[in-house]
């Protein structure tokens, strides 16, 4: 049927399907040609997306040479199992098998889809005994390494030491730094490869317009946006989402607007850039008129293009906008999916409508650990404590796993229902169970429960064996507590522990007046003058970042009639 091997390898590598590799591999089974290594190589190289199949042939060969090993390390990479590809990868090691820089990128591939920092950082350390540091491709893709393992520093200097650089070193430099939220060194870089006369491409602008966005320099922008005209970019869809973003971020909307007009054709992830844009810039009748059109253009949304919405329905009171938003998903037979969902609870539990958000939350088929979070969340802030850790527990029991998120959402509402051993409770099972570490947030809130229930000598105690140094954020929490119980002499030696560890700061002296004022105790070694005339406050209020924010209220009509009242908080 094949005049040679090679006719054999031309028809093989243009299979499509693992049912069509599947015949040719029999057919070189049945001529003999699955003995011959070429041929062979040939055929894992053609299954490198079915694993499974792939493993099954590699298992019988006797002799696998480094192309038959490298095509399943690659294989393992890109597999739904990355973690089998670093146990192949210790294997092949096992063998005293001679690995080259295609082995080498495939296991740092492995390690950095599981976020395997110990063993990426082993593998870099072979390399650099190997000799094969200098292949460009191979410090790339620990350069990515690097960045997505969050320890940008080391990527930085890991660049700097390049000998050489292409332009995907620079943009993967610059997706760690968008990684870490560090805009203004992307747009410095992005100066620094221009100097070095490397051409930007279009993955570059859309680093660096996401950068210059949160920035919210508009003049920037404009001047991206012109550089992209110049070198071609806005025919990519993708750059135009990100331009259309940037303008709704520097409040530029308008040319975002129209941007989108000229733009054609239009996917969903453009509208949903546009509308989403109009949200954050309070225009909610142009993001709905938006949202129209789509249905005139039968052109069926998503669940991102309602989130960004609903969201701004939530920080703005908008409720009829957020009822419509629900009447529309209704309408257009959207799934309910987590996305969504989140978003309606979110909605509905800042608007104070609480059996809304529970009646949203129970109609969802798929949950995820954001929804139950937001929902036990919902339950704290209307102060149903036992509500709030009641569905914590059911969403251990239906098989999801908390993040840090979600034991924080428990800690607060545990602490502002009073339920100590309840809070204690679920902080031990966070350690012991779930082996996450608490973050000083969470030593807050679990100080400030013991602390609301008088055990103030049972925080102390706590602060003391803090894993996390250099916080002040606990201790002013147990001196929190010393105010409202009037206990003056633990408030006297927290204060003066504040003073050793973090020096003097007019918040704390604040804080233990008051505790002087409520225990109906005259300070002596502070001018209770100066707290009568406001002094103390006006020193507080100057050591903040910023000034505090007036709180706002606002009334909506509803359609049944009724009138809903809306409290706007400081942030702060």
């Known amino acids: 049927m094949f005049s040679s091997d090679q006719s054999l390898i031309s028809q093989l590598q243009s299979c499509k399907q693992i049912s069509e590799i599947k015949q040719f591999h029999a057919l070189m089974v049945k001529t003999g040609q699955d003995q011959i290594p ?49 146990l192949f990868f210790n294997y092949i090691r096992a063998q005293s098998v001679i690995l080259d820089q295609f082995a080498f990128v495939s296991g740092l591939r492995s390690c ?31 350069l990515n390494f690097y960045c997505v393992s969050g320890r940008i520093r080391c990527a930085h200097q890991l660049f700097d030491d390049f000998s050489d650089r292409d332009l995907v070193s620079w943009n993967t430099l610059m997706g760690g730094y968008l990684c870490v939220h560090n805009y203004p060194a992307i747009f410095e870089l992005f100066i620094e490869l221009h100097r070095d006369g490397v051409s930007a491409s279009a ?23 012109g550089c992209c005209i110049k070198n071609g970019f806005c025919y990519s869809v993708k750059v135009l989402t990100a331009l259309i973003s940037m303008y709704g ?32 810039n309070g225009l909610l009748e142009e993001a709905l008129s938006l949202l129209r059109q789509m249905k005139v253009q039968r052109l069926k949304p998503n669940s991102s293009t309602l989130a960004g919405l609903l969201s701004a329905c939530a920080s703005s009171g ?18 309910m999916d987590p996305v969504l969902g989140t978003s ?86 966070m350690v012991l169970e779930y082996g996450l570490t608490p973050k000083i947030e969470h030593y807050g809130c679990l100080i400030d429960i013991l602390g609301r229930a008088g055990l103030l000598e049972t925080a102390r105690e706590l602060i003391k064996g803090l894993p996390i140094e250099g916080d002040a954020t606990a201790w002013r929490a147990l001196l929190a507590a010393c105010r409202v119980h009037g ?86």
């Open 38 to 86: 070429f041929t062979l190589s040939k055929l894992l190289a053609c299954s490198i997306q079915y694993t499974n199949y792939e493993a099954s042939i590699f298992k019988y060969i006797q002799s696998p040479n480094l192309y038959m090993y490298n095509t399943m390390l690659r294989s393992y990479s890109i597999s739904d199992d990355p973690q089998k590809g670093l």
């Open 344 to 429: 309606l609870i979110d909605m509905y539990t800042k608007s104070g409508l609480l059996v809304k958000a529970v009646n949203v939350f129970d109609s969802m088929e798929t949950k995820d650990v954001k929804c139950w979070t937001s929902m036990i969340m919902g339950y704290g802030v209307h102060g149903e404590a036992e509500a709030a850790v009641a569905l914590f527990h059911r969403m251990e029991d239906e098989g999801f796993w908390p993040n840090e998120v979600t034991f924080l959402a428990v800690f607060n509402a545990c602490s502002h229902g009073g339920l100590v051993a309840e809070g204690i409770s679920c902080f031990r099972k």
């Open 487 to 572: 206990s003056v002499e633990l408030g006297e030696q927290v204060k003066k522990e504040l003073e050793q560890r973090f020096g003097e700061h007019p918040a704390d002296s604040l804080l233990l007046s008051s505790t002087y004022a409520i225990a109906g105790i005259m300070p002596e070694h502070r001018d209770i003058t100066e707290v009568k005339e406001g002094k103390l406050e006006k020193e507080v209020e100057c050591s903040l970042p910023g000034k505090k924010e007036a709180g706002s209220s606002a009334i909506e009509l509803c359609d049944n009639g009724l009138f809903i009242a809306k409290l706007k908080y400081p942030s702060s």
């Open 318 to 335: 908008a409720l009829n906008t957020g009822h419509y938003i629900q009447n529309f998903v209704k309408d257009q037979q959207l799934a």
């Open 249 to 280: 971020k520097t409040d530029c909307i308008s040319s975002g607007r129209s941007l989108f007009d000229e733009a054609y054709p239009k996917d969903v992830v453009l509208w949903n850039c546009l509308i989403d844009g109009y949200a954050k």
């Open 112 to 142: 950095i889809r599981l976020l395997a920092k110990s063993t990426g950082e082993a593998i870099h350390s072979v390399v650099l005994r190997s000799g094969f540091e200098f292949f460009l491709d191979l410090r790339n893709t620990l």
């Open 203 to 225: 993955t570059t602008m859309l680093c660096v317009l996401s950068g210059i966005g949160e920035l919210k320099i508009a003049l920037v922008g404009e001047s991206l946006h």
